[in-house]
């Protein structure tokens, strides 16, 4: 497989630079989820040769400066994130240990670790594209499992004090029915936000925002089931067998309940990081809730005729997830082809290359030719990077942030040459 830079096309390359309105190609739109307005497509920066040209005008120069302190944003979100994390148990553990005991704690702990997992590896799959930083993931986990988990616990009697009940039924009824939709979610989606303004350069899409949706839920189900798994132990008469339905009502029917209930603001929130806009992230924070609490609302509402319910509208809920999934992902691999394209018209990557990066079965192939001269780990890099490329790639085209972006896009080239180096030599 070629690694190294091509050369272009004869001709002066396009000025990637230059005003708006530059050729637009029939196929800068693959898809829906990457759609370009002409007039902010810009052509890929030309390649002349190795080492590469510089390319960023003097006047974005300063933005060089910005875009190396966004890398300081991820360190300052992992920090804040652990140490409210660390904070939350305080109040989460008691809780936790007042209601299931410390024998119904520890086996609860141990049993909410199975849907967990599941949860986790449906996360690893979608994630295989372009993986998310693994500190942005365990922000996302600590926020679900701990954050999230005591902010319901901090809002949740002001929710109750202000309305009145006839009786302990109609308590618990508001409780599963309004209550837990809407303070949970909000307390789950707050961790969405705070990623999507904090750390928005990891953050470029519907499929991340799938990603870190489901991670925070996963996180957030971990502790409730750890509370259901142990109140089954600690409060019946006949914990084992109370333990089993419990188990496998919340662990083989329903692992990913409140990941799909995320999941749905998280896609929201993840369209609207495609535009790069603040006020649009927080828009589509509110909005994304409003599905998020309804799904809950829905499934805690479901009584007597619950098997019913389950079947005919659960069930189906669950393979529309899992097909919107899917299209995320095809959708993602046509952006990503793309955009490489793109840049290997103007010479960074040879057709063939694109082909090899652009498909799992391509990538698969390019890890065994590099396996073969134990070079895979480099070759993994590089096909990191050339996805983050796409991306940058697509951030510039939505036109917001143009010069930052750019000034990413030139570092991250930088980086592909020096990535071919180290696959090739």
């Known amino acids: 497989m070629p690694t190294y830079p091509q050369q272009p096309s004869p001709g002066p390359p396009d000025d990637p630079y230059r005003g708006a309105g530059g050729y637009f190609p029939g196929q800068a739109n693959p898809s829906w989820m990457g759609h370009?307005?002409?007039?902010?497509?810009?052509?890929?920066?030309?390649?002349?040769?190795?080492?590469v040209a510089p390319v960023i005008p003097p006047q974005v120069e300063g933005s060089l400066v910005r875009a190396a302190?966004?890398?300081?944003?991820?360190?300052?979100?992992?920090?804040?994130?652990?140490?409210?994390?660390?904070?939350?148990?305080?109040?989460?553990?008691p809780f936790l240990l007042?209601?299931?005991?410390?024998?119904?704690?520890?086996?609860?702990?141990?049993?909410?670790?199975?849907?967990?997992?599941?949860?986790?590896?449906?996360?690893?799959?979608?994630?295989?594209w372009e993986p998310e930083p693994k500190r942005l993931l365990f922000f996302a986990f600590t926020w679900g499992a701990a954050v999230s988990v005591a902010v319901t616990l901090l809002?949740?009697?002001?929710?109750?004090?202000?309305?009145?009940?006839?009786?302990?039924?109609?308590?618990?009824?508001?409780?599963?029915?309004?209550?837990?939709?809407?303070?949970?979610?909000?307390?789950?989606?707050?961790?969405?936000?705070?990623?999507?303004?904090?750390?928005?350069?990891?953050?470029?899409?519907?499929?991340?925002?799938?990603?870190?949706?489901?991670?925070?839920?996963?996180?957030?189900?971990?502790?409730?089931?750890?509370?259901?798994?142990?109140?089954?132990?600690?409060?019946?008469?006949?914990?084992?067998?109370?333990?089993?339905?419990?188990?496998?009502?919340?662990s083989v029917m329903s692992p990913f309940a409140h990941a799909i209930f995320t999941g749905t603001t998280g896609l929201i929130m993840g369209f609207a990081a495609r535009r790069w806009h603040a006020g649009a992230s927080v828009g589509a924070f509110f909005v994304g809730l409003l599905p998020a609490m309804f799904l809950h609302n829905r499934w805690n509402s479901m009584g007597q005729g619950f098997l019913l319910d389950y079947i005919f509208v659960q069930v189906p809920i669950f393979v529309l997830a899992v097909g919107g999934i899917i299209l995320l992902r095809v959708a993602e691999k046509r952006l990503t082809r793309q955009r490489l394209l793109e840049y290997s018209a103007a010479g960074w990557f040879t057709p063939a290359e694109v082909q090899l990066l652009a498909t799992r079965a391509g990538r698969r192939t390019a890890l065994a030719w590099a396996a073969s001269s134990g070079r895979k780990g480099q070759m993994r890099e590089f096909l990191k990077a050339a996805t983050q490329l796409a991306n940058t790639r697509q951030r510039i085209l939505s036109g917001?942030?143009?010069?930052?972006?750019?000034?990413?896009?030139?570092?991250?080239?930088?980086?592909?040459?020096?990535?071919?180096?180290?696959v090739t030599r």
């Not at 966004?70 to 904070?87: D, H, I, Q």
């Not at 086996?107 to 994630?127: M, Q, R, W």
């Open 400 to 422: 917001r942030d143009v010069p930052l972006h750019q000034a990413e896009e030139r570092q991250q080239l930088q980086r592909i040459v020096t990535l071919r180096e180290s």
């Open 69 to 93: 302190r966004t890398r300081g944003g991820l360190v300052g979100v992992t920090v804040a994130g652990s140490a409210l994390a660390f904070l939350s148990l305080f109040l989460v553990i």
């Open 155 to 250: 809002i949740q009697p002001f929710f109750v004090i202000a309305f009145q009940f006839s009786d302990v039924p109609d308590l618990q009824t508001y409780m599963a029915t309004v209550q837990a939709p809407v303070v949970e979610e909000f307390a789950k989606s707050l961790g969405l936000l705070i990623l999507l303004l904090a750390a928005r350069r990891h953050f470029d899409g519907p499929v991340d925002g799938v990603v870190f949706a489901f991670t925070i839920a996963g996180g957030f189900a971990f502790t409730e089931n750890i509370l259901y798994f142990g109140r089954a132990i600690a409060e019946s008469s006949s914990p084992a067998s109370d333990f089993a339905q419990v188990f496998f009502l919340r």
């Open 98 to 128: 007042s209601n299931t005991g410390a024998a119904g704690f520890l086996i609860g702990f141990v049993a909410s670790l199975i849907p967990l997992s599941v949860v986790l590896l449906a996360v690893h799959i979608i994630d295989r």
């Open 36 to 51: 370009v307005q002409p007039g902010n497509y810009r052509a890929a920066p030309g390649h002349q040769g190795s080492p």
